[in-house]
């Protein structure tokens, strides 16, 4: 392993305190969270607060809580490495640098809800870590074998769809089926792959269970602030000096990122990919980063996109090159998405060429809203994050 | 296990409901109706237009009230600023990619689209066209696919995979590419569809109907010098009167066949003087078979989406099939030469018309081998090749023809009651319920039990195998001798039986399939909306139909009895042989 980190990019990281800490020590770590009661370590995740690093921000201990407490021969734990929202780059340095962490995760919740088999569903274009991911599984399952516990891994490829990251069309897309979210209820939690209780975990969100296994949850609970416990990766893009990857404490204003990450003309910061807000300069100070902030910064959606914008930067074409996105990427099931995405796109172009007048946007706005109200899945409904954030800062860079 | 009483609140006024249904189905009844689009009893759960959505306190979004169940203490609200605003922006969303041709859609005035549209009040979209225009897709002989009126709801895709296991269609594509097609955009001719247009029947819209003939047949009806005779198939019966504004499942022969003389066919005959005629040579067949070691079981061959089925995908268990033609095909023959013999008509000039409750009677028309009479003619009248005629030239649905019907300006409802002509058109009430599932099974033990006891039956009704169960089984005593017999309609049981057969394991000695929910009265050509409860209405006309009957048995059918003095001599004959029996083809399923 200590071979693959050289070859890694070490270059992007900045600030890396516990994520990326080496995971020479999961045997120890594995070995004794192995000997611990499945309840007691559902508690321990419990009392961190930890909430899934993926964008939904569900309480991790509850969702294996659940699964753990649900009668059945057969249950999976997953791992969600469909890293596919623009501007998050974070999963496959996890997955590259400590997989060990993120296997050894897979297994504890293996342990705790009594499942057998785990998967890792990873995103078509990382195919490239497919070889590594393998040697490093084929030495844990060894491992595994020596010490009596039964579990195995899995990788299961995904074939580029960006819907295939929302856990239920990740499941269909699993079963050979076409990429596309089911109804719910029922949860994955009772109903997931197979239509068998199912947990699925964000990489990062299995990484951080490593650190909690490791040094117990009071380490964690004591970094961030209310509701949003501990740290996260953050894939920092655009317009700054040093775009890269960072672990930083959740809480932080906006204002201060901007201070760090900023090259002092920032107009504005998505957070959260294109399915995420974008928050306008006027806004940095009262946006704080974390589950609960107050006003625009209710953030971090979608596994800690920050990308920044600077005066050069049209909002026209930022929009534009989101919403083409996203037209592209619904899966094309239900009709407010599959219609929607292109409704706005198509809207917002006649709006810029004088086609339609302004007042078009607000007709928009309120197509936005159906979409977050009657979507089937977060797809769908966060398309709108981005639109109204957008047009509603920037108004006159839309129409002129 | 009596079902959980919960309490829920709709609209403010509280409930008390049994639990396990729907919102959308525990409203109704009581008494709300949610509009909804894509949503279909019983075959739809993709719940992709977001029409029927709802509020429920404390979810974070509307909810989809189709696939959503009610539970205890629910709070709904069935309409409201936020529930009115995305009902509407998604069915104006759906308009702003669908035609708006609707004078010229087969499914005008028949359409949840514009039923949805005017209970919503919208008559306008805010929304431009996405979607590029594409083909249409007519491969098929039965239906036709316009992708363009297409609002993917899937009810299609769910009763070809689920009610047919034929998967002959399905989605394809991602966002503004969505689109529901076949294996490699081949067309539904061209890849393994039965044409049993169920996925007709379930479309809300005009996209997948069936290939309407009735213009080509009014030329031909006007035509002076072709005689034009109608066979109708015996569910169409009990299933044109909705069509034409009555009651569902009301019986109107008298009425259908005032109004088809009306409408100008020359002589107006009925299937099921051939469905008899089946019955004889089948029933003949199966006797056959069973003393001579035939291979068993016989599998029943009147239904054309079958034959099809069989043929794709069991092509090794093609030689259970019974080699009678369907009694459509028969009539053809049958019409084509004894017939035009004994009228004295050039059976050049005689036009066969069908109307069938089925799609794929379309197809089974145009096979190669279906120019029976032609082939009887060849030599006798020294026909040239170009002059070669199929036995049956158009086949209409229940649906084109009530249309034809309303064209004519018929008053269908208020028609005298005429009868038959003759011979072709006498019948008895074993014919009547090839309409419905087990009737084929039911009208068969009725004669083959009195050809080979050579005593009367005590009993006509054949009570096991009626009704709706997928898959019915009967056990009968001839004269001490067992005989075990089993009944499957859509394609999903039969494929049971047929993997029991081809796994040597099928018990039984005579199998009847129906292609469609219900039999043919639930046919793919039948009258929308066509549901469970509209096919039980149907199935009891027919059977009292049957009942009403002065003879209820084919062998006792005094027309064809005379059609084997004067012309067949006996079943399975060589006459027989020539015109009434028939092959099948291995097909593969690409």
């Known amino acids: 392993m200590v071979e693959e980190k050289k070859m890694s990019t070490t270059h992007l990281l900045k600030r890396a305190d516990f994520i990326f800490k080496s995971d020479n020590d999961w045997k120890d770590v594995l070995k004794k969270s192995l000997s611990r009661k499945a309840n007691e370590l559902i508690n321990e995740l419990i009392s961190s607060e930890l909430k899934g690093r993926g964008g939904a921000g569900f309480p991790t201990g509850l969702k294996w809580k659940i699964t753990s407490e649900i009668d059945s021969d057969e249950k999976y734990v997953i791992c969600n490495a469909d890293e596919g929202e623009p501007g998050t780059f974070k999963d496959r340095e996890i997955l590259s640098r400590v997989p060990f962490k993120v296997l050894t995760a897979i297994a504890v919740c293996g342990h705790v809800t009594k499942a057998k088999k ?22 844990f399952e060894t491992f595994c074998k020596t010490i009596g516990f039964d579990f195995s891994i899995s990788i299961f490829m995904g074939s580029g769809a960006y819907i295939c990251g929302e856990e239920t069309a990740l499941f269909e897309s699993m079963e050979g089926k076409r990429g596309e979210p089911r109804n719910k209820p029922p949860f994955p939690s009772s109903c997931g792959y197979l239509n068998k209780p199912t947990v699925i975990n964000n990489v990062e969100t299995l990484a951080h269970t490593y650190t909690i296994f490791k040094y117990g949850a009071k380490r964690f ?58 928050v306008p300069r006027k806004r940095f100070a009262e946006t704080t980063i974390g589950f609960q902030g107050k006003l625009v910064g209710i953030s971090l959606p979608t596994g800690g996109s920050m990308m ?8 026209f074409n930022v929009l534009d090159n989101y919403l083409n996105f996203f037209a592209e990427e619904s899966c094309g099931q239900c009709t407010p998405c599959r219609v929607g995405c292109q409704q706005l796109l198509r809207g917002i172009k006649a709006v810029k060429r004088g086609e339609k007048n302004a007042g078009y946007l607000d007709k928009l706005l309120k197509l936005a809203e159906t979409m977050t109200y009657t979507a089937k899945c977060g797809l769908g409904q966060s398309v709108a994050n981005s639109f109204s954030s957008i047009v509603e800062n920037f108004r006159e860079e839309m129409i002129y | 296990m009596e079902k959980r009483k919960i309490n829920i609140t709709v609209d403010g006024i509280k409930y008390q409901i049994k639990e396990g249904k729907t919102i959308l189905e525990s409203c109704k009844d009581l008494g709300i109706s949610i509009p909804s689009l894509c949503y279909l009893k019983d075959i739809s759960s993709n719940a992709s237009c977001g029409v029927c959505v709802v509020e429920v306190k404390g979810a974070k979004t509307l909810v989809r009230s ?115 097609t076949t294996y490699k955009d081949k067309g539904l001719g061209n890849v393994a569809c039965t044409n049993c247009g169920q996925c007709a029947l379930v479309c809300p819209t005009g996209a997948i109907v069936e290939r309407n003939e009735s213009s080509h047949l009014l030329k031909d009806i006007y035509d002076e010098n072709k005689v034009v005779i109608v066979q109708t198939a015996p569910a169409i019966r009990v299933g044109i009167g909705e069509a034409m504004g009555m009651e ?49 079981p016989m599998v029943t061959s009147c239904s054309p989406g079958w034959i099809k089925f069989i043929e ?176 499957a309609h859509t394609l999903k049981n039969a ?73 067949l001599k006996e079943p399975l004959g060589h006459i027989s042989h020539e015109l009434l029996h028939t092959e099948y083809i291995e097909r593969g399923i690409y």
């Open chain 2, 312 to 487: 794709h995908f069991y092509p090794k268990s093609l030689a259970h099939l019974s080699t009678c033609k369907s009694p459509q095909q028969m009539f053809g023959a049958v019409a084509k030469t004894y017939y035009a013999e004994k009228m004295g008509i050039d059976p050049r000039r005689l036009v066969v018309v069908s109307i069938m409750p089925c799609t794929a009677k379309k197809f089974e028309c145009k096979r190669p081998e279906m120019n029976s009479a032609y082939l009887w003619w060849k030599e006798k009248m020294n026909l040239a090749d170009k002059e070669a005629f199929f036995d049956v030239d158009y086949v209409l649905t229940t649906r084109e023809l009530a249309k034809m019907f309303k064209m004519t300006g018929v008053d269908f409802k208020n028609l005298p009651e005429e009868d038959f002509d003759h011979p072709l058109g006498i019948s008895t009430g074993a014919g009547a319920i090839f309409a419905a599932t087990g009737g084929v099974m039911e009208a068969a033990v009725r004669t083959a039990y009195e050809v080979v006891a050579g005593k009367p039956l005590p009993d006509l009704n054949l009570r096991t195998v009626r009704g709706f169960d997928g898959i019915k089984e009967a056990e009968l005593d001839i004269n001490g001798t067992k005989l075990k017999v089993a009944v």
């Open chain 2, 248 to 296: 569902d499942g009301a019986l109107v022969t008298g009425q259908m066949v005032a109004a088809l003389r009306r409408l100008g066919f020359d002589k107006v005959f009925d299937t099921q003087f051939t469905a008899d005629l089946t019955i004889m040579e089948e029933g003949h067949e199966l006797i056959k078979r069973l003393t001579t070691n035939g291979k068993l």
């Open chain 2, 66 to 180: 189709c696939v959503t169940n009610a539970s205890e203490g629910m709070e709904i609200k069935t309409h409201s600023p936020s529930v009115n605003l995305a009902r509407i922006t998604n069915l104006q969303l759906l308009l702003a990619n669908h035609p708006t041709d609707c004078l010229v859609c087969e499914r005008n005035g028949n359409c949840e689209l514009q039923d949805i549209a005017s209970v919503l009040g919208v008559n306008e979209t805010p929304y431009d066209k996405t979607k590029p225009l594409l083909p249409l897709d007519e491969s098929s002989l039965s239906l036709i696919r316009d992708p363009n009126k297409c609002i993917l709801c899937g009810r299609c895709v769910a009763v070809c995979a689920e009610m047919q296991t034929v998967y002959a269609i399905d989605f394809t594509g991602r966002g503004l590419k969505s689109k529901i």
């Open chain 1, 308 to 315: 920044l914008f600077n005066s050069s930067r049209s909002m």
């Open chain 2, 495 to 567: 494929r049971v039986l047929l993997d029991q057969i081809e796994e040597g394991k099928s018990p039984y000695a005579f199998i009847e399939v129906m292609t469609c929910p219900g039999g043919c009265l639930g046919g793919g050509g039948q009258p929308i909306p066509t549901t469970w409860e509209i096919r039980q209405k149907r199935a009891d006309s027919i059977y009292r139909e049957d009942a009403l009957k002065p003879v209820r048995k084919s062998h006792e059918n005094p027309a064809i009895m005379e059609l084997y003095t004067d012309f």
């Open chain 1, 221 to 278: 609970y004591d970094l961030g602030v209310q509701f949003s416990r501990g740290t996260k990766l953050f894939s920092v893009s655009g317009d700054t000096p040093k775009p890269g990857i960072y672990e930083l404490e959740l809480g932080m204003s906006l204002a201060d990122f901007v201070e760090e990450f900023g090259d002092d003309d920032t107009k504005a910061v998505q957070v959260g990919g294109a399915s995420g807000f974008l």
């Open chain 1, 118 to 139: 785990g998967f890792i569903y990873l995103r078509g274009e990382y195919f490239f870590l497919k070889e590594g991911l393998e040697k490093a599984i084929l030495e």
